[in-house]
């Protein structure tokens, strides 16, 4: 499984990868900002899964979303995460369309692996 993780912290972004990395069939390429993963998947085919910071500079986890909403089949993850647990803010990713939402908090890794093996009712997100 491919992994676009696009996080601007990147103590956190090594602790994902490392901790998602531990499974031989994952593979995890990390970016600063939504541009510059955007620019890597322009005009290439879409990894398995994106894992999204939500607060990004530049464009946000929400923008990076409306951009490759359209190219995302049933076949393809998107995980929204944030530090914020604000229902209004999860409400908005609904109506955008964003079906998975993880909060950075002690589970997040628990969290992360449960919705990208398709194990996620279990914890607080959404399908």
Known sequence: ????????DDIYAEFIRRSLAQNPDVQIKVFKTAEDCL????GSSLPDAFI???KLPGKSGIEFYDAV???LTDDHKLIM?????????VLNFIRKGVRDYV???DN?????????????????LFS
């Open 81 to 89: 995460m944030s530090a914020i647990d604000d229902g209004a803010m």
């Open 103 to 105: 909060i950075k908090d």
């Open 52 to 54: 999204v910071d939500f």
């Open 1 to 8: 499984m491919l992994i676009h993780l696009i996080e601007d």
């Open 39 to 42: 620019n890597a998947i322009n």
């Open 108 to 124: 997040v890794i628990e969290s992360l692996k449960a919705v990208l093996e398709g194990k996620d009712e279990d914890y607080y």
């Open 69 to 71: 909403k359209g190219r």
